[in-house]
C-alpha cells in the first residue's frame, strides 16, 4: 500500500518563509510527476506546483517567484519552499503523486497540512 506524508505546515507571518515536505512510501515502482495543490475555506484545490520526473516544473501564476517546488527521487519525496507568502496562501496544501505500484499507476493524495498566513 503505497502512502503521502507531508510535513513542515503552520503558522508564519506574512512574508515569512515555510518548506513543505511530502515522502512516498510503500511499494512504487516510478514516480512520475509529482505535485502540490491547495484548497482554501469556499474555495476550489488548485494546482500550485508540479515537477516531472525529469525536473520540469510548472507554477500557478500567482506563485511563480515566490515557491519553488523540487525532488529527492532517491528519497521519492517532494518539497515546496515557500518564500514571501501572504495572506491569501492560506490553506491546506495537499501533495499528489502519479506513480507506478501494483498493479498498475496510480494518483497517490497526501492528508494535507495547514498554512496559515497571518498578516
Known amino acids: 500500500q503505497v502512502q503521502l506524508v507531508e510535513s513542515g505546515g503552520g503558522l508564519v507571518q506574512s512574508g515569512g518563509s515555510l518548506r513543505l515536505s511530502c515522502a512516498a512510501s510503500?511499494?512504487?515502482?516510478?514516480?512520475?510527476?509529482m505535485g502540490w495543490y491547495r484548497q482554501a475555506p469556499g474555495k476550489q484545490r488548485e494546482l500550485v506546483a508540479s515537477?516531472?520526473?525529469?525536473?520540469?516544473?510548472n507554477y500557478v501564476d500567482s506563485v511563480k517567484d515566490r515557491f519553488t517546488i523540487s525532488r529527492d527521487n532517491a528519497k521519492n519525496t517532494v518539497y515546496l519552499q515557500m518564500n514571501s507568502l501572504k495572506p491569501t496562501d492560506t490553506a491546506v496544501y495537499y501533495c499528489?503523486?502519479?506513480?507506478?505500484?501494483?498493479?498498475?499507476?496510480?494518483?497517490?493524495w497526501g492528508q494535507g497540512t495547514q498554512v496559515t498566513v497571518s498578516s
Open positions: 515537477i516531472t520526473s525529469g525536473g520540469r516544473t
Open positions: 510503500g511499494i512504487i515502482f516510478s514516480i512520475y510527476t
Open positions: 499528489n503523486a502519479n506513480l507506478s505500484t501494483w498493479p498498475r499507476t496510480y494518483d497517490y
